[in-house]
């Protein structure tokens, strides 16, 4: 008996340790998704946000030609799709693409902003539509306040959106990339010489968001003149001088327009293009990236997505530019890459990278994604080890805490193959089954930043370990938005000796000696300021020299 | 009493002499042009047209340069004693309207407008700043031309320049490749791969997987020659080393390795993107220009050769679609990473379309034989197409003007281009160079003389 009991134990054990380390659990989590392409290669995307504010994270799915799903987490590994009670039918009129959760209106509820590429009513000749606002009533349903925040105009073939607060008011702004040219005012009339102009390069959208009340479209104020066949940007502070710099993705970029590398100048309204000087002017298909501090010096580095091998440009702050290293780092294998993740998935203190790969949509070779697992510096591609060889035709991926556990889950889009395909191709949601090592878990909340503190960056020092985590604002990876909570393996340390959080605009908080395992809530003590409108400072003069003719006129008359 | 009244005569001398001046200053115009350069100022707007109208495409832009070259020659041919129309000898045109025998004509005038109106209706997509850029060009010549030319000679000119351009116009849109613009990637075309087929490439020209016009093949041809000629023959696919396949990839993989500074700068100066240029007809088309600058033929031979380019070019085209999509084979960047070397990348990135035979090198040759029909071999000229470009950044190549000891040498040029940039194989370059030749020769033995 005791014997029989001791070799279930150590089947199990062997289980454990060579099993699968990532659990594939879409068909018991409830989530039964794909995305649908109208037509070719575009969509979609995953955004990870608290939509009813329980705690657990839910998520957002762009669907294309399938309905969108919202779905909201039942605490038990489960999802239930929660769209229509939660009244965002609005969207089932589009072809979605990507999306981005933010608490846009500051009132403590996240709200999401969904990119389109035209209406699902009537082929159109030049597919093309509005972007979507759809604002959380905190009562478990959404508004669709696109045209109060004045979007609803502009017709466009929008695809990755960045959150990011670049002027520091403490209101989430926004990058949307644009792929084909937009149409401000809608469409009106169809003609040749409209059809032939609807396939150039388009310029992104750079959003002001004004007192959470309508987004302002700045990118001419703000120095922004670019076109390109764009996936979007994704606002980070590369330079480390405490605002949001942006790195914009550029499709084609070897024929049409490159990457281009944005550094703001605040408190100065301008962006300056420094691509060339930092050598990030990469003129590949840029799909998507990932922002991670790869070799902890301090300074952020990418991961950018493209088709045949990804870039992995690791920052030189000496030199002020920046290298690829993909092949020195052992990730350059050939493939077509969108979403791209980094975490420490095996909690053992170092960056794992997932990619997410998939055809070209309508072809159909099917080609598996990675993980690559960090081993003393160098990626190894372990998907096979980890469960995640999946071959479905990939595209936007995010990581998010699934049940709460300290770990980080992932979850995968894919596309439906227009063509006969072998392997299945649908949305998967994976577990973290690894249970190795210590963790860190820290929510931010943000008051004079952005609810989420999009843009802050945590820095985990733990004796030799230094970690350097910036909160995601969407669209690393591909059409996507990671979860805003920071999260740092580190292997057997207990303690961490020290955490500071740099928060937009450069004030940092400091904690000391944090037990390992658990989460942490840190809220920034700089309080929001609400900006007086300048309208008070325009209406003083004009009120005052009204007055003065007024009582000028009165004068005369009363001489008369 | 002089002093009193001289101011008074003064002024209305002023008076005089500024509206006379004012008068004189809204004719800015020279008094003359020589006339192969209302030919070449047409064919630079033609070419402009071509560049910078978007969804442009080498096939679509093959076709109008064949239209506006045949209207140059038709709207002067009446005027020369020796020549005659090629009405009723091009496929499906019994007719083209003639001048009256009783009216006097000013054939720059009739090919100025004929020009305007037909560059309009062939580009009917272009923006409305460009058609204004044309009629801007048809005014200026005409401006000029009218200057010494009877009123009534003029007007019976514009009359019959625009019968003729709306009678070729007419003619144009049953050939298969009207508004050609609308139908780029026919998101319906399907066919089975097989071994060796084509593709869509991951290092891409295009952003569309479909690939360009797979019906262009079916299009009415220039010449009834043309439209009869026989399939070319294309080497077996096999894979094994050593065989005659496999050695058409080797040597475009081994050629990429070693890449002089001369065969990359021919690899992107004829490159010829039509995204961003005139697309390689046009780049023929230029070449024919500047020999017409160069030489100053007559009107009738600066309108003849560039009938001959335009419709060799455009005939080319045809063929070389035919058999693309016949035999729809693969390019190097499929094959070389498959059984040669899985990181290789081709210098330049692929079009969207099938391999053999090479557009770029069937096209050179078509216009080169035609061009030798008019000038010596010899020739000896420089090529600034694409002087003043910014340099491509990606492999660090500039645009700088190119000069060729003979007109077969562009040809040869033109074909070998594509092979440095690793997108064609040398069979598909050699059939190409052949076919274009013959191509050309049914265009030139057309009875352009009485």
New interface residues.
Partial sequence: MYRRIFLLLCFSIFVKVQGQQFTDITNRSGIDHYFEVYEGMFGGGIAVLDYNNDGFEDLYITGGMQEDQLLENLQNGTFKNVLKTARLESVLRFVTQGVAAADFNRDGWMDLFVTTITTKSQKRKIPRAQNLILINQGDGTFKNNSKSFGIQRIESFSTGISVGDFNLDGYPDLYVGNYFTDYDGGLKEISDATIVNAGKTAKGYLYENKGGKRFKEVSEKYNIDHRGFSFGGIFTDFDNDNDLDLIVNNDFGYKAKPNYLLENLYPKKEFQYVGENYEMDLRINAMGGATADINADGFLDYFISNIRYNRFMIQDPEKNIFKDQAEALGTQLFTISWGANFNDFDHDGDIDLFVSNGDLNPNCVPMYNFFFENVNGQFKEESTKFGLKDYGVGRGSAIFDLENDGDMDLIVVSQKPIREYGPPSITRLYRNDIEEGNYLQVKLKGNASTLSAHGARIQVFSDSLFINQEIDGGNTSHLSHNSTLAHFGLGKRKIIDSLKVIWPGGEITKMNQIKTNQKIFVEETQEFKKRRSNLIWWLIPISALGFYFFIRNKKKQHKI | MKNKYFPVFLKKISIILIIGLSFSSCDNYPNEIPNHEVTAQWADMTLFITKN???NSPTFASRCLGYMGLAQYESVVHGDLNHQSLAGQLNQLESLPLPQSEYSYNWLIVLNRSQSLLLKSLY?????ENKLKIDSLENRIYKILKKSTDRKIASQSIAFGTELAKAIFEWSKSDGGH?G??KNFD?EFRREPFDGSW??P????S???KPLHPNWGENRTFSPKNTLLELPTYITYQTSKESDYYNQFIEVYQKEKNLTKEEKEAAIWWSD?P?ETFSPGGHLYYITNSLIRKNKPSTITSAKILAMVGMSVADAFIKCWKWKYHFFTERPNTFI?EFID??W?SFW?DPPFPSFPSGHAIQASAAATALINTFENNTELIDSAHVGRERD??RNIEFKARSYKSIWEVAKETADSRFYGGIHTRQDNKVGMEQGAIIAKNIINFNWKK
């Fill in positions: 109208t978007p969804a009917l997509q272009t923006s409305d508004r613009y609308l998101q593709k869509p991951l290092f891409a020209q952003f569309s997987h993107d995204d990473p899985q990181k990348e990135p950044h990606v």
